[in-house]
Every structure is written in C-alpha cells, then in structure tokens.
C-alpha cells in the first residue's frame, strides 16, 4: 500500500548521495524529542522540478562542497569516507530503505556504509553487499516491486508539494528547515516555536523580489 506524507506531522527528508544528510544523522542524539518520519525523496527530481542545477555540474562548487563535508565532519568528530565516485545513482539504496521499512536503524546503516566506509551502492557488487550488510535477502526483487518504486514517487511528490527543495529537510511545526547546519535553527525553534510568528520574521518571509519579472515568450 502506498502511503502519502502526514503533512500535520514531523518529517526528515534525505537522499542517500548527501553527505550532509549522513551528517546530519550521525548528530541525531541532538535532534529535538520529535518523531521525525525518515522519508526518502529524490534529490535530482526535486532539482529539476525547482529548476536547480546540480551541484556536481559547477566543478568549483563540487570541489567545495567535498572539502565543505570533509571539514564538518573532521569539525564534528564524524567518521567520513568519500565513495569511489560521486556523484553516484542513488535509487537503489533508496528504493531498499523503503522495502526495508525505513526505521532509522536500517537507513543509518545505509548511510555508514556509503559515507563511513566509502562504498558505493549503485553498482552490483556494492548493492549486494549493502543488502548483506542490512539483513535483507532478495534485495535485487524487493526494488524492482512496482509499490516500492511507487512509494519513492509518492515521496518526492509530496515533498515537492510541501515546497521541499534540497535535502537534508527537516519539516517541523509545518515548517521547512534545510541543510545540515540548519540543526541549530531547528533546536531553537522546537524550544521557541512562536518565533517564526515574530514580527521581523513574517516581514522577510514576505519580502518582495527587486529583480524584474521575465518576460514572456
């Protein structure tokens, strides 16, 4: 059965070909007393429908954001190995996290096994070892179940329509809070939720753009 996202309700978006998402959940003892539901979304569909190029297409911003990842995981004491190649396909890893369940058990260690030993997923022999790794036998069948390919849609549709843009994303309060350094923001509003209806708050959020419209074909 295909399920939709509980919109009422906190939820954590991530793709596995983010080191920042792997970040983000080895510091999940910080996160607030929340049950954040782990929901896989495609990071490229969710460019691509917001009209962002990717990342690893500008080669100065793909060399920064792998020091970047480097550096704060070096900073927070993170075990961080970079995979052979990135970035790399990341439907099948996603596809079994949601054969699996999707418990955070299971999609952490996805994660360590990507971006603590260094592995990729994506090719044959790495997808057999991860299912290995996860306890899961008959992966190659499980991902290629038409609900579970469904469930993937599903979830990046649904993000999409909440305004979800990059990973990783907190949505909390009905709120959206991205990337890996966004924690501190999340803390805060967790302990102080009425922040985000202050005056200055509600003010930029409404900003108008001082650039001129396109014009129309």
């Known amino acids: 059965m295909i399920s939709g996202i509980d919109a009422s309700q906190p939820a954590w978006f991530y793709d596995f070909v983010s080191p920042f998402s792997y970040l983000l959940l080895e510091q999940y003892d910080k996160w607030p007393g929340f049950d954040f539901a782990p929901t896989p979304v495609l990071l490229t569909d969710l460019h691509r429908h917001w009209g962002q190029p990717l990342g690893a297409s500008i080669p100065a911003k793909r060399i920064f954001t792998y020091r970047h990842a480097l550096f704060r995981a070096e900073q927070l004491g993170i075990p961080f190995k970079m995979p052979p190649a990135h970035p790399f396909d990341s439907v099948k890893p996603m596809l079994l996290a949601i054969a699996a369940g999707g418990d955070f058990a299971c999609v952490r260690e996805i994660f360590r096994f990507i971006w603590r030993e260094g592995r990729d997923p994506s090719t044959e022999e790495g997808f057999e070892q991860l299912c290995e790794r996860v306890g899961i036998a008959h992966g190659e069948a499980l991902i290629e179940e038409e609900a579970v390919r469904a469930q993937l849609r599903r979830n990046t549709n649904d993000a999409i329509s909440m305004g979800v843009f990059g990973v990783p994303t907190f ?36 900003l108008p753009s001082g650039l001129p419209k396109p014009e129309k074909a």
Do not use: H
């Open 171 to 206: 949505w909390m309060n009905k709120q959206l809070f991205w990337g890996e350094d966004a924690l501190p923001m999340v803390l805060y509003c967790a302990r102080t939720p009425n922040w985000l209806d202050s005056r200055e708050v509600k003010r930029i959020s409404a």
